[in-house]
């Protein structure tokens, strides 16, 4: 993203979001930091915000950012078992369906506005993810299963191959 001679950063935040891929809903929260411990909190809200149902498992993916799997995140998904955790390989965020939501609302939100401060960006976010909240609808991939997958079978060789 390219600035003006006389753009000023304000600050950054971490949006921390849980995307329900039957139905589109988006569970959010910004910190300002993006450390263990705030993916920790969001984890609490998530398992908080999703009634526990016997048998029903949670299915998070997670891209490979060292927060998720510091020990202390081992334990807690240790202690709440109905949590299963699947990591997207390296350079394929892509695959997770909330990295769309994410650019999505880049384009329409971030891009389009202008923040005085971290708490306006923060507010501007979480406005966003409710008004996306009030409608939500599915991610629906415009490829084909194929096409997917023939994707991820070139990375997955490139990744193989690549003698790192």
Not at 126 to 142: G, Q
Request: charged fraction near 25%; charge should be positive.
């Amino acid at each position: 993203m390219r600035h003006t001679h006389d753009y000023f950063r304000h600050g950054t935040t971490s949006l921390f979001a849980a995307l329900n891929v039957a139905t589109g809903e988006v569970i959010g929260r910004c910190h300002r930091r993006h450390r263990h411990q705030e993916f920790l909190r969001f984890l609490e809200q998530i398992d908080e915000a999703i009634p526990a149902e016997p048998d029903v498992p949670l299915h998070l993916v997670l891209d490979n950012y060292a927060t998720h799997k510091t020990p202390k995140v081992r334990r807690w998904f240790a202690r709440h078992p109905r949590f299963h955790v699947h990591f997207t390989p390296t350079s394929a965020s892509w695959l997770n369906q909330v990295e769309r939501f994410f650019a999505a609302m880049t384009q329409k939100r971030i891009r389009r506005s202008v923040f005085r401060s971290v708490r306006q960006l923060e507010q501007s976010i979480m406005d966003y993810v409710a008004n996306h909240n009030e409608h939500p609808r599915p991610f629906v991939w415009t490829a084909d299963a194929d096409r997917i997958l023939g994707k991820v079978a070139r990375l997955c060789k490139r990744i193989n191959d690549s003698r790192h």
